[in-house]
């Protein structure tokens, strides 16, 4: 998007209907940008997998996939085992307070990644960056509140955070967008998306407007996917943008 647009996003209003319209403008315009990006990197992905449309047995017997050899000894040698959390002091000096401050720090990190299944997410992510030169790991935040009694105060409670954690989940290649830019530091906003069912939608939105999203994705391997029935509708999930903006 050209400096010039960027100046005019107002234009579209603030209300909500406006402001839904300003995003799918946006989104549009970035799937644009990285359309034939993802034709290329299909046609990679294609040739890693040797899916390729002369699969005879004695065609098979002559070939020899390079790029599938290469990708898998590149893996090992960018990601062989999972990371050891480390948090250290800028400064080194005798404070006790942000000693103790970065050894729970650390402990912290080290007990959300063991309890996080990082390795399969580091690997999914190190494969995408091989074959699409992008992996992407987006990192989100989680709680649970409850009923927590008041330290000192007997029969009181209050409702309090009880447990938080930061999951890092791999993000597909098509699933992943940001607005098009020259390098990352001028990137706008970025986004992901996620697909969700009703009861999921509901949960999320409120039920008035999770009715009104429609459920417009049914995965690839549903057998007859042009016709609906109550079977394929179980399978069905509405495809949901989060976008980080950063103005």
Not at 75 to 98: G, L, T
Request: net charge negative.
């Amino acid at each position: 998007m050209e400096d010039s647009a960027v100046e005019s996003l107002e234009d579209f209003g603030t209300d909500e209907a406006a402001v839904a319209k300003r995003w799918i403008t946006e989104i549009s315009i970035a799937k644009k940008e990285f359309e034939d990006w993802e034709k290329r990197v299909d046609d990679i992905v294609r040739r890693y997998k040797d899916e390729r449309a002369d699969s005879s047995s004695e065609q098979r017997l002559r070939r020899f996939n390079i790029l599938y050899s290469n990708v898998e000894v590149l893996k090992s040698a960018m990601y062989n085992r999972e990371p050891v959390p480390v948090v250290e002091r800028r400064f080194s000096d005798m404070n006790p307070v942000a000693r103790t401050a970065a050894m729970m720090l650390e402990r912290t990190v080290t007990t959300e990644h063991s309890l996080s299944d990082f390795n399969a997410t580091a690997k999914a992510m190190v494969l995408d960056y091989l074959l699409a030169a992008r992996g992407v790991i987006w990192v989100r935040y989680t709680f649970e509140s409850g009923v927590k009694a008041v330290d000192g105060s007997p029969g009181q409670t209050v409702q309090d955070v009880i447990r938080q954690n930061c999951p890092a989940d791999h993000i597909h290649r098509k699933d992943f967008l940001h607005s098009p830019a020259r390098c990352w530091k001028e990137v706008r906003w970025v986004a992901k998306r996620a697909y969700m069912t009703r009861d999921e939608l509901t949960e999320r939105f409120g039920k008035e407007k999770a009715l009104e999203i429609p459920l417009d994705y049914k995965p690839d391997s549903s057998e007859d996917k042009d016709r609906s029935t109550p079977e394929q509708d179980a399978f069905k999930k509405a495809r949901i943008w989060e976008i980080w903006d950063k103005p």
